[in-house]
């Protein structure tokens, strides 16, 4: 079976001003490479409309209305100090949660092995009531309810590799059992939460913080403990909150990652995979601001899915 990629042109129409960092070439930059690379293992796919009552699972129904509110007619509104939409972002907000359901769909019925999202915004800072860094739905968290609901899975893990820590989602999962969220990320950093004793009421939790500064081999031995966890708590799938922020390069963060890195990263990811959730992985993306950084580690990501 071949690997998938999600996406559409609506989030080139999520226009978050000028000089944003997360602005609609880091999509297009991605697409492009892949669209002239062709290779052959790799499908497309445009996200399908959803039933938008699993976005009521992942957040509360008054954050909810305010944020169809808050789209604008023309120009920007300010959902906080960087979480910027503008009139495109209705329709973009919704496909980044509708490429995880069309992508989890696919791999569910077997369409294909496994999927990347190449959306925007990103999810991972939306908490349950709050839109943040960027993120204006929590994509992934929305995509791991849709597994408990849609398909009655009673273990989702989520495996976040974005250098900054993914708030949202543990804030969305900290009561759940039935979700395993675990983040390496840069620590202290933005946006502050992260320690390793936030654990989750349920013991759910895994934080791995890094120092800024960390270095490949520290990075991938980090893992150890990550894999660790994974294999006590047995997940049905895995999904991934695949930022690529961890880059030397990205303007954002210190950790000192390479392109390659995230080969080494996904290859480790995907033999768990294969051991306890028979391969059913589905990647989206979150964070990666430098361009090229971004085009090859994505690159490197999605070479690796096709590959195992």
């Known amino acids: 079976m071949k690997t998938c990629i999600i996406t559409t042109d609506t989030y080139l129409n999520h226009d978050t001003g000028q000089g944003h ?8 930059t991605i697409i492009d490479h892949f669209k002239k690379v062709n290779p052959k293992n790799l499908i497309w796919k445009k996200p399908k409309k959803f039933d938008l009552k699993y976005l009521e699972f992942a957040h509360d129904k008054n954050y909810l209305n305010s944020v169809k509110d808050s789209f604008p007619k ?11 939409v503008s009139p495109g972002s209705k329709d973009a907000t919704r496909d980044a949660v509708g490429s995880i359901l069309t992508a989890i769909d696919g791999v569910m019925k077997k369409d294909f092995r496994n999927a990347f999202c190449a959306v925007r915004p990103p999810g991972h800072h939306a908490e349950k009531q709050k ?11 929305v995509g791991a309810y849709y597994l408990l609901e849609k398909y009655n899975l009673k273990k989702v893990a989520i495996i976040d590799f974005d250098v900054h820590h993914g708030n949202g989602t543990q804030d969305i999962f900290y009561n759940n059992e039935k979700v395993l969220y675990i983040s390496s990320h840069q620590f202290p950093y933005y946006p502050g939460s992260g320690s390793a004793n936030e654990k989750g009421n349920k013991d ?13 081999h520290e990075f991938l031995n980090a893992y150890d403990s990550i ?16 930022g690529f922020d961890a880059h030397k390069d990205d303007p954002l963060a210190q950790i000192n990652l390479e392109s390659k890195d995230y080969y ?10 294969k051991e306890l959730c028979l391969d059913k992985v589905v990647s989206i993306l979150e964070g990666g601001y430098d361009l090229n950084a971004l085009k090859e580690s994505v690159d490197y990501h999605v070479k690796s899915l096709m590959e195992n």
């Open 264 to 273: 080494t990263l996904t290859n480790r990811i995907l033999a768990i995979a």
């Open 131 to 141: 839109a943040m860094g960027f993120c204006v739905y929590n994509n992934v968290a």
């Open 227 to 242: 894999f660790k966890k994974l294999k006590t708590f047995k997940p049905e799938f895995i999904l991934l909150s695949a």
């Open 74 to 84: 023309q120009g920007l509104n300010f959902l906080d100090g960087d979480t910027i």
């Open 21 to 28: 960092p997360e602005r609609p070439d880091r999509v297009k």
């Open 204 to 216: 759910n939790i895994l934080n791995v913080p890094l120092n800024a500064g960390t270095q490949p």
